[in-house]
């Protein structure tokens, strides 16, 4: 569960690191045109010479970049998202409590707002059913990321916070599914729960799963 994604999804869209901002800002120009064809237009029928046109350039400048059009979709998600998950793990690692970084993600489900980034990863959701090479890049992307999450559980695992003897893939399948859950009400503005009464019931969730005789996630100010 991400903040500006509904999971962790920003992993490299393509078997390169994608440059940044001020290696290729040709690139830069294509994954925004991207963005607003395919907000515009849905992924069907958004054709890569109105996105290179849209940019100032030919087609020839997106093949010499993506692969295809798939490609430049996952790209533009990047380029929209941020991953919540990823930060909170490499500001903190497993300082405290593991399964403090779980809470606060799966809190602000309900304080992010539906945005251009999260519309996009409905839209390669969506074109995935039909096309087999956008559903095999998500694949890849989402099993990237989830690396960090099964991290986190299996440190939670270590200390106790979460029960051994439960799966890991299953609570990260679990995660994968609120998530998701709330790109959809998203993306019909299906109202949200108050983000108190939801925080209360993610530090239970979190809390529940726990080893047998040890507590819940530490509370706010915890040591």
């Known amino acids: 569960m991400t903040h500006g994604s509904a999971l962790p999804l920003t992993g490299a869209v393509e078997s390169e690191p994608a440059p940044s901002p001020s290696d290729d800002p040709t690139r830069d120009r294509l994954v925004a045109a991207a963005a607003e064809v395919f907000g515009e237009k849905g992924y069907d029928r958004a054709g890569v010479a109105e996105i290179a046109r849209r940019a100032g350039f030919t087609t020839g400048a997106i093949y010499g ?3 295809g059009k798939g490609e430049l979709l996952l790209a533009a998600i990047e380029a929209q998202t941020d991953d919540e998950l990823e930060q909170l793990f490499a500001e903190h690692r497993f300082e405290g409590h593991a399964t403090d970084i779980l809470t606060t993600v799966g809190s602000h489900l309900v304080t992010d707002e539906f945005d251009s980034g ?32 099964v991290a ?6 270590r200390t106790g916070d979460i029960d051994p003897d439960l799966d890991t893939l299953s609570i990260v399948r679990f995660c ?23 925080e209360q019931l993610i530090t239970r969730l979190v809390g529940a799963a726990a080893a047998p005789g040890r507590r819940g996630p530490a509370e706010p100010g915890d040591a």
């Open 65 to 67: 970049r993506f692969r």
């Open 118 to 149: 999260q519309a996009l990863l409905l839209e390669a959701f969506v074109a995935a059913r039909r096309d087999p090479e956008v559903a095999a890049m998500l694949r890849r992307v989402i099993e990237e990321r989830t690396r960090s999450l």
């Open 152 to 157: 986190l559980v299996d440190e939670a695992k």
């Open 176 to 198: 994968h599914a609120v998530g998701l859950g709330f790109l959809l009400f998203g993306a019909v503005d299906l109202d949200r729960p108050a983000p108190e009464p939801w």
